[in-house]
């Protein structure tokens, strides 16, 4: 029995989601960790990932945390061609990704305003 149309684009789209993070997560891991940056070692790790990503066929994507993340890869793999010194692309790379990150931890959380009221009725 073969599988409906909608479990394999609910599969595909979870397979390119998965593949947009790690390529993310790498490069992310790559520009914090390593000690001494270069443009080259930068579009060497840039092509070892894009080889993974581009196994995985694009798909539509419709939610905004995930289209923050593909516009993301788009401006990383743009850098690779750009004249952009290391330190910029570092500091602009880090700071969307952390505030993608925020963005998405803005809605797991929810800091309690007035912890102190919630008790009063207690008394």
Known sequence: MAASKKVIESSSRLRYVRAMERFHKSLIAFLSSTAELTKEAYEKK?????????????????????????????????????????????????????????????RRYKKDKHSQSKYEDWE
Not at 83 to 88: F, G, L, S
């Open 46 to 106: 840039l092509d070892a990932a894009l080889k993974v990503f581009q196994r995985v066929e694009a798909v539509d994507l419709y939610k905004g945390d995930l289209q923050d993340l593909e516009n993301l890869i788009k401006k990383m793999i743009s850098y690779a061609n750009s004249e952009t010194q290391i330190a910029e692309i570092k500091t602009d790379v880090l700071y969307r990704s952390n505030q993608l990150e925020k963005n998405k931890n803005a």
